[in-house]
C-alpha cells in the first residue's frame, strides 16, 4: 500500500448505503468525520494531488510522500491513475475482504518478520524484558498492592503509558489476542478519527496507522508499543504493563486512549463488542468501522482529545 492507494481503502471500507449521498472519507485519510458530521455534500473535485493535500494528516506525512514522488514519479503517478479508476466505481462497491486480507498479510510482515521494527525508526527497545525495568526477585517479596504502588509511583514521571492489570482481565484478553490477533482502533481527533491496526505479537500490542501504512507499505514502523509482563500473573494477580511511542505521532494522551481500548474491545463482557474483534479477524466481509466509533462514542474514550466537541456542547 502506499499513499496514493487511498480510493481503493475507501471503497474498501465500506461506506454503505447510508453514506452513498453523503461526504465521502478525505483522500489518503482513513480519518472520517463524527457521526454527527456525516451529512455534509461531497464535492468530490479537484486533482488527486490537490485533494491528498486537503487532507489534515497529509503534512505529517508529507515528506514520504513527496520522496516517493521524487524518487519514483512512475509509482506515484500510476498509483494516482489507480486512485482515479476507483473514484470511478460505484460507490456501494465493496472491496473491503480484499483489503483486510492484504492488511493482515502487511501486518504480519510488519509486527512479526521486520524485527528491526522495535530497534530502528520507532526508536523501541528490542527485547524489552521486565528484568530491564524491575528487580523481580526483589518485589517478589512484597504484596501486589505493593508492587501496584512501586510501578505507578515509578512511571508516573514518565511521559508514557502504563497499568497494572488484574491477572483476570489479562488472562481473558490473551486468550482472545490468540484467537484474534489484530484489531481496527479509532483515535478521536478534532477533525473526526484516525484508523491504527493494533496487532499482536507474543505479549506486545503494536499500534500502526492505517495512513502509515499506505504511505511507507511493508516498511511501515510501529508508532506505538504496549509491553505486558505476565511474570507476576500467577503468584501475585497482577499484569505489569507499560509503552514505547513514537513522539512524532503521538502525544501521551493519544497513546493511552488507544491503550484503554484494548481491554474495551477484548475484556468486554459485552458480546456484541468481542463480535467487533472476531468480525475483524474471521468474517472480514461483515466488518464495519463505523460500529467501532460507536463503541468508542458510546465508553466515552478520547473525549478529551476532541475539545470542539466539548465546546459545542458548552
Same mark, same amino acid.
Given at each position: 500500500g502506499a499513499a496514493a492507494m487511498a480510493g481503493p481503502l475507501l471503497q474498501a471500507w465500506g461506506l454503505g448505503a447510508a453514506l452513498r449521498s453523503r461526504a465521502a472519507l478525505r483522500p489518503l485519510g482513513l480519518l472520517i468525520p463524527p457521526c454527527r458530521e456525516l451529512a455534509g455534500p461531497g464535492s468530490g473535485q479537484g486533482s488527486g494531488q490537490a485533494e491528498l493535500e486537503?487532507?489534515?494528516?497529509? =503534512?505529517?506525512?508529507? +515528506?514520504?510522500?513527496?520522496e516517493l514522488r521524487r524518487?519514483?514519479?512512475?509509482?506515484?503517478?500510476s498509483r494516482m491513475e489507480k486512485r482515479d479508476e476507483v473514484k470511478k466505481q460505484p460507490v456501494g462497491r465493496s472491496r473491503q475482504g480484499e483489503f483486510i486480507r492484504s492488511m493482515e498479510e502487511k501486518a504480519r510482515c510488519i509486527f512479526f518478520a521486520n524485527s528491526c521494527m522495535k530497534t530502528s525508526k520507532g526508536g523501541f527497545t528490542k527485547d524489552k524484558t521486565l528484568d530491564s525495568i524491575l528487580n523481580v526477585e526483589m518485589v517478589k517479596?512484597?504484596?501486589?498492592?505493593e508492587i501496584k504502588q512501586i510501578w505507578n509511583q515509578y512511571?508516573?514521571?514518565?511521559?508514557?503509558?502504563?497499568?497494572?492489570?488484574p491477572a483476570e482481565k489479562f488472562e481473558l484478553m490473551w486468550k482472545r489476542a490468540q484467537k484474534c490477533p489484530s484489531f481496527l482502533y479509532a483515535l478521536p481527533r478534532k477533525e473526526g478519527y484516525e484508523f491504527f491496526?493494533?496487532?499482536?505479537? =507474543?505479549?506486545?500490542? +503494536?499500534?500502526?496507522?492505517?495512513?502509515?501504512i499506505q504511505t511507507q507499505g511493508e516498511t511501515a514502523p510501529s508508532q506505538l508499543v504496549l509491553?505486558?509482563?505476565?511474570?507476576?500473573?500467577?503468584?501475585?494477580?497482577?499484569?505489569?504493563m507499560t509503552a514505547e511511542m513514537d513522539s512524532k505521532f503521538l502525544v501521551v494522551q493519544e497513546a493511552q486512549c488507544l491503550a484503554n481500548q484494548v481491554p474495551l474491545f477484548y475484556a468486554t463482557?459485552?458480546?456484541?463488542?468481542?463480535?467487533?474483534v472476531e468480525t475483524f479477524n474471521h468474517r472480514s466481509s461483515e466488518f464495519k468501522y463505523m460500529s467501532v466509533i460507536a463503541e468508542l462514542e458510546q465508553s466515552g474514550l478520547g473525549r478529551e482529545l476532541r475539545p470542539s466537541q466539548a465546546s459545542d456542547k458548552s
Open positions: 486537503e487532507n489534515p494528516f497529509y =503534512g505529517k506525512y508529507r +515528506h514520504k510522500i513527496q524518487s519514483s514519479p512512475e509509482v506515484f503517478e517479596e512484597k504484596s501486589a498492592e512511571f508516573s514521571a514518565k511521559d508514557t503509558v502504563y497499568a497494572v492489570i491496526v493494533g496487532q499482536w505479537s =507474543g505479549t506486545e500490542l +503494536h499500534f500502526t496507522s492505517l495512513i502509515n509491553y505486558h509482563y505476565p511474570e507476576l500473573q500467577k503468584e501475585k494477580g497482577i499484569v505489569l463482557d459485552r458480546s456484541q463488542t468481542y463480535e467487533l
